[in-house]
């Protein structure tokens, strides 16, 4: 009966996955190469092989992707209490206490503000091992609170995401962070403090559905699942099979919904390029925009009665001092030339 253990070997595996593997050799989840640890780690838990991306925490994305030494937790006092005394197969108190000493973490998202390659940035890492990297009342409130510190000290903010989606434990109160969290963004955007969203594997559910989407520039990682519903549910919904590779960063790039793909390896480098790129082009004059929706007459109008640009201020947050603003065409005239 030896396919018999064989399955019971392959439960444990699953459930292991949550967690970063140890001891000396780890096997690759995708390709089946087996890995020396010390060199996975080196590989910063991609596989030198395949690039498969094992999921890491949230400390360990502040390691690789943060100046060393640099960051700083904050909100780390609002915690996320038990409203609905929500109790199913376990009582959700419990489950909260239990993650909270599996993980070391207080909460889903870790927050805080650091520098990526000397550029200083408030950034915020969802972690997928607290209940399932869930969106609540208090990771939500978190998040909201890390866009308003990036809005008043105008350093560019960013959020790494791998979550399952909205936390039910919680009902309306883990629903309504969405639409509390991307009318912030709007905020956040009218202020012309840059939003970079990263993807990784999984991004799902209302996260995905809401403020995941709505970066300045969205990058994922390989093969990351980024959807919605998942694709069983879609497809006994629509009645169709599903093409290849759906739901994966490399189809969705391919569809317009991710900017670009990029190894972890390169993470980093990234991000410090593009924080660079965003506090050079702070310091040009705003151009007035037209808003979804709007109509040209509405545009014109209000580019007319518009007051002066806003910039990344120059200041003590390392951007460079923006130049006196150069005169340019003014709306109305740059309007009539169309
Ligand atoms: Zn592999």
Known sequence: MTWLRKAKEGLKAQERRRDLPD?????????????????????LWTCAKCG?????????????????????????????????????SKRYIDRLKKAREETGLSEAV??????????????????????????????????????LLAIESRRPLIILWASGGARMFEGILSLMQMAKTNALLARLSDARVPYISIMTHPTTGGVTASFASVGDVILAEPKALIGFAGPRVIKQTINQELPEGFQRSEFLLKKGMVDQIVHRLELRKTLGWLLRYFAATSVLPEKPRRRAGESMARFRAASVAAPKPMGLEPSDNGHPPAPAPTPEPTPTETASQE
């Not at 030494?69 to 409203?83: A, C, H, K, L, Q």
């Not at 969106?135 to 909201?144: D, M, N, Q």
């Open 23 to 43: 001891g000396l050799w780890v096997k690759c989840e995708e390709c089946g190469e087996i890995l020396y640890h010390k060199e996975l780690e080196r590989n």
């Open 52 to 88: 498969y991306h094992f999921r890491i925490s949230a400390r360990s994305y502040i390691k690789i992707l943060l100046d060393e030494g640099s960051f700083r937790e904050r909100f780390s006092e609002v915690v996320s209490t038990d409203p609905l005394r929500f109790k199913d």
């Open 110 to 147: 870790l927050c805080g503000e650091g520098l990526i390659e000397e550029t200083p940035c408030v950034v915020a890492f969802m972690d997928f091992a607290f209940l399932g990297g869930s969106l609540a009342s208090a990771a939500g409130e978190r998040i909201a609170r890390s866009i």
